[in-house]
């Protein structure tokens, strides 16, 4: 039962434009969400984080918005540039779960020069 | 600053053979940490996780095993390597905070084929 589901494995866009990455939860404990960015053979990077009191936050050009009733949040790239290209996995935790954080299974974005 | 080290980076093992992955931290202290495997075609799943010296908490029951000897090191291992063992090994740290959540920091990897 996978709690944390990301529906597109892959998206490409051009560079310039707006690049967005969705991300759907299932359990209604999660109340902490997070995006990582991920290169082959590399160890995932943070990229901006959200807690469920809020429903927006802006880190540059990242932006992650956050929809509690939908169980949806979803990360904003703009501009988008070439060295954005990567896997970006969605990640949420529950309060008092010792931090441990589900995965979801990844989107490959590709930006087009 | 804090890093965190695995090695190796890459390990080929025949099935059977046992495994041995290291992690180290460096510039902190008493974090949590966790042992993650990426599966191809699949998301990040936590294996193990620890709080303190001693103390670990299996996620997934499995044929492998970790241990934390020090407060900077944890080590992930099995006596006998299956063919789905085959992935790439990811440890993290975090550091807890009383009344605030804090992101987990990822080490470089260990891919792992067993063949």
């Known amino acids: 039962d996978q709690q944390v589901k990301q529906n597109s494995p892959s998206l490409s866009v051009q560079e310039g434009r707006i690049s967005i990455l969705n991300c759907d939860y299932t359990n209604s404990m999660f109340d902490y969400f997070l995006w990582y960015k991920k290169y082959p053979a590399e160890g995932p990077t943070f990229l901006i984080s959200i807690s469920s009191i809020k429903d927006k936050n802006e880190d540059g050009r990242f932006t992650v918005f956050l929809n509690k009733s939908a169980k949806h949040l979803s990360l904003h790239i703009v501009p988008s540039q070439p060295g954005d290209s990567a896997v970006y996995f969605c990640a949420a935790s529950a309060q008092g779960g010792s931090e441990k954080l589900v995965f979801g299974k990844g989107t490959k974005l590709t930006v087009n020069p | 600053s804090q890093t965190i080290h695995q090695w190796p980076a890459t390990l080929v093992q025949p099935v059977g053979s046992p495994l041995s992955l290291e992690c180290t931290v460096e510039g902190t202290s008493n974090p949590n940490l966790y042992w993650y495997r990426q599966a191809a075609g699949r998301g990040l799943q936590l294996l193990f996780y620890s709080v303190g010296i001693g103390q670990i908490s299996s996620e997934v029951p499995q044929n492998l095993s970790a241990s934390r000897p020090q407060d900077r090191q944890f080590i992930l291992s099995s006596k006998k390597l299956l063919l789905s063992d085959s992935g790439f090994y990811l440890c993290?740290?975090?550091?807890?905070?009383?009344?605030?959540?804090?992101?987990?920091?990822f080490g470089p990897g260990t891919r792992l084929t067993v063949l």
């Open positions: 993290a740290w975090s550091v807890p905070r009383r009344g605030r959540r804090d992101e987990q920091f």
